[in-house]
């Protein structure tokens, strides 16, 4: 199973960035799907998740600002953010996760400048 995450770079403070993921190979039963974000220092962090029924959480920093989607039929999930603040500045990791694993992409850097 591969994930392969892509949407990261440069994007000035207040501008806005979609990550996409694309997961390949098989995997069956996959629940929740989602970003975390690991910023320079920092533990790794929920950034959003998204269950089978739709069902989304955001972490407090970023509610209002990122929505969550996936496509089920195309394997992919999805991170729209909006209003991008320098704080946001970290790498991208994508993952979902089956009833046995968690599987995860490799990351895409983020860079919000001021």
């Known amino acids: 199973v591969q994930l392969q995450a892509s949407g990261g770079g440069l994007v000035d403070s207040g501008g806005s960035l979609r990550l996409s993921c694309a997961v390949s190979?098989?995997?069956?039963?996959?629940?929740?799907k989602g970003w975390y974000r690991q910023a320079p220092g920092k533990e790794r962090e929920l950034v959003a998740r998204i269950y089978p029924t739709g069902r989304t959480d955001y972490a407090d920093s970023v509610k209002g600002r990122a929505a969550i989607s996936r496509d089920d039929a195309a394997s992919t999930v999805s991170l729209q953010m909006d209003s991008l603040k320098t704080e946001d500045t970290a790498v991208y990791y994508c993952?979902?996760?089956?009833?046995?694993?968690?599987?995860w992409g490799q990351g895409t850097l983020v860079t919000v400048s001021s």
């Open positions: 190979g098989r995997v069956s039963r996959i629940n929740t």
């Open positions: 993952y979902v996760a089956t009833a046995s694993s968690d599987y």
